[in-house]
DNA sequence: TTAACAAACCACTTTCTACCACTATTCACC
DNA sequence: GGTGAATAGTGGTAGAAAGTGGTTTGTTAA
């Protein structure tokens, strides 16, 4: 019998799950353990360039706190936790390991046939199967350049390079 | 003292509902258990955007020390208790969940047909239907620009590397 | 006294949720 | 690499819960 190392598990990777009659999706086996919590349940709300953000227990009390100690006068306070609250669901996985995706949710990301779920470390979020296609295929190029930027910081050899790359 | 076995029970989401001939609308069951205190009541009152606002007990009675100490010379506070408290009504759900609208505040919300019943966390908000999406739509654009702000200010993971990019 | 209105509550319909059963896929072991 | 067992994924159903319509009862005010 091996032995389990006590490894902080996170959300990698992208699945694709197909969107039942009753918009139901079923959430990856890998990601279940993660995002289940006390209760079983993880959150739901409106995320980035239309796609929905799920978040274990432990993230979305992190959200909630930068949300209700953001740094905004009254009106735009007012307005940001409307929107974010009322796109904002708290859902659990049945025996199957599905959730029902909300319809205003699904109405947003433009969810209809197929989701793509794409896990973020600590996070994921649910796309239309044919957005994330496509932001994937256009984020490719910036992508490379990025993970250059990242990987090799400014050595003396490539600065030149770098910099003009970042000036366009 | 009781057993704190906190359930942090919020009040999430979107929900349509019609207004029926005698000016009910039926409470989401979600919502019932968080809004109704112990007397089964919650409290509405006039909101802001020609909303309506229900408050469980709880919040009501901090709602109502705002109020009380507001800080305004005695003109203005006569006119805003006026106006305040004239809208204010305590409610109850029948056995089916459903509340009567107080006629005066359908009016100040515009509410005909439908309302829209937003969870904003710790209290709710009925609006006209049709209202509601329209302010929906509009802020949408505002959201995302916001949340970024939100975001992104030093998150403590990449803080480090990100004074490092900053540097060269 | 009665009309108008609000509250309580009965009955029906619809929706949702939990879960059963089957298929496909993965993984372990030979 | 092949075979069987276990796990994951999908379709569907039945019972429970929620939502809606409407009637009856009580209350208030004209």
Same mark, same amino acid.
């Given at each position: ?14 699945? %694709?799950?197909?969107? !039942?009659?009753?918009? =139901? ?13 006390? %209760?079983? @349940?993880?959150?739901?709300?409106? /995320? ?24 905004? !006068?009254?009106?735009?306070? =007012? %307005?940001?936790? %409307?929107?974010?609250?009322? /796109? ?5 996985? !049945?025996?199957? /390991? =599905? ?21 973020? @470390? ?33 050595? @003396?050899?490539?600065? /030149?390079? !770098? ?6």
């Amino acid at each position: 019998m091996m032995t389990k190392l006590r490894i902080r598990r996170a959300l990698y990777g992208q699945y %694709r799950r197909p969107l !039942d009659e009753k918009g =139901r999706i079923s959430i990856p086996a890998e990601f279940r353990p993660i995002l289940q919590g006390q %209760r079983g @349940s993880f959150f739901l709300n409106r /995320g980035f360039e239309r796609c929905i953000m799920g978040y274990p227990e432990e993230k979305w009390e992190r959200v909630l706190e930068l949300v209700s100690t953001a740094p905004l !006068d009254n009106t735009n306070t =007012r %307005r940001f936790k %409307r929107t974010f609250f009322s /796109g904002a669901k708290e859902v659990s996985c !049945d025996q199957q /390991g =599905r959730i029902l995706i909300p319809q205003a949710l699904a109405q947003y990301a433009g969810i209809t046939r197929e989701v793509a779920i794409v896990g973020l @470390s600590d996070f994921i979020e649910i796309w239309d199967a044919e957005a994330w296609d496509k932001w994937l295929e256009q984020s490719m190029d910036s992508y490379e350049k990025m993970a250059e930027k990242l990987v090799q910081p400014a050595t @003396s050899e490539n600065k /030149g390079q !770098d910099e003009t790359a970042a000036s366009t």
